[in-house]
C-alpha cells in the first residue's frame, strides 16, 4: 500500500531557530494537510493545502507557520522562530479526497 | 464551529470484553465522521469513515461505529476486544479542507 513517508523521524532545535519539516505524499493525492500532536494531547489541524495554495488553517497557523510544495513531490511545513511550546509530534497526510487522509509517520519536534 | 468530544479519557476492558468508545460532534452540515488508532509512537491509522448511507459502518480490526444523527454521536465498538487493541482512539470530523479530533480515548487491555 502507498504511503506518506516524513523526514527527520526527530528533529532538535535550539528556540528561535528555523525548522522546515518535510514530508513526501502519495503521488496522485491532490490535498495535503499538517497537524500536530503535543505530548499526551490530541491531534490539532494546523492545515489544508490544495491546487497550491492553503485551503483553510486553523487558528495554530499564524505568521510563524508556512507551507510550501516546492516541487511535484514534497510538502514542507516551515517554523520561522521556533518557540518552547511548538515541541510536538508533527503529521503530514494527503488525500485524493476526502474518502481516506493518509497520515505519515511523523516528526518529533524537540525545541530546547 | 464544529468539535469532537470523547468523554472518556481512559477506558480498561478485559480481553474478549466488548468494547465502546463514545464520540459526540457538533457540526453545522453533514459530517463525515472518523476514527483512527494510535499505538505509542506511532502514526494514526484509519479504522472506519462515515459520509452517507447506512448509519451503521464497518471498519478494520473487527471494528464498526454506528452515526446516530438524533444524538449526535459516532460511537466505537467491537464486540471482542484482543490485546493488541490496545492503544489511544480518535474520533474526528470533517470536510474536504480540515478535520478536527477529539482529545482522544486510551484503551487499556487487561489479560
Known amino acids: 500500500e502507498p504511503e506518506v513517508t516524513q523526514t527527520p523521524s526527530h528533529q532538535v532545535t535550539q528556540m528561535g531557530q528555523e525548522v522546515i519539516l518535510r514530508c513526501v505524499p502519495i503521488?496522485?493525492?491532490?490535498?495535503f494537510y499538517w497537524y500536530r500532536q503535543i505530548l499526551g494531547q490530541k491531534v490539532e489541524f494546523l492545515v489544508s493545502?490544495?491546487?497550491?495554495?492553503?485551503?483553510?488553517k486553523s487558528e495554530i497557523f499564524d505568521d510563524q507557520f508556512s507551507v510550501e510544495r516546492p516541487d511535484g513531490s514534497n510538502f514542507t511545513l516551515k517554523i520561522r522562530s521556533t518557540k518552547l511550546e511548538d515541541s510536538a509530534m508533527y503529521f503530514c497526510a494527503s488525500s485524493e479526497a476526502l474518502a481516506k487522509q493518509y497520515f505519515g509517520p511523523g516528526t518529533r519536534l524537540t525545541v530546547l | 464551529a464544529q468539535s469532537v468530544t470523547q468523554p472518556d479519557i481512559h477506558i480498561t476492558v478485559s480481553e474478549g470484553a466488548s468494547l465502546e468508545l463514545r464520540c459526540n460532534y457538533s457540526y453545522g452540515a453533514t459530517p463525515y465522521l472518523f476514527w483512527y488508532v494510535q499505538s505509542p509512537g506511532q502514526g494514526l491509522q484509519l479504522l472506519l469513515k462515515y459520509f452517507s448511507g447506512d448509519t451503521l459502518v464497518q471498519g478494520i480490526k473487527g471494528f464498526e461505529a454506528e452515526f446516530k444523527r438524533s444524538q449526535s454521536s459516532f460511537n466505537l465498538r467491537k464486540p471482542s476486544v484482543h490485546w493488541s487493541d490496545a492503544a489511544e482512539y480518535f474520533c474526528a470530523v470533517g470536510n474536504n479542507n480540515d478535520m478536527r479530533f477529539g482529545a482522544g480515548t486510551r484503551l487499556t487491555v487487561k489479560p
Open positions: 503521488s496522485n493525492h491532490l490535498y
Open positions: 493545502f490544495y491546487n497550491n495554495e492553503i485551503s483553510e
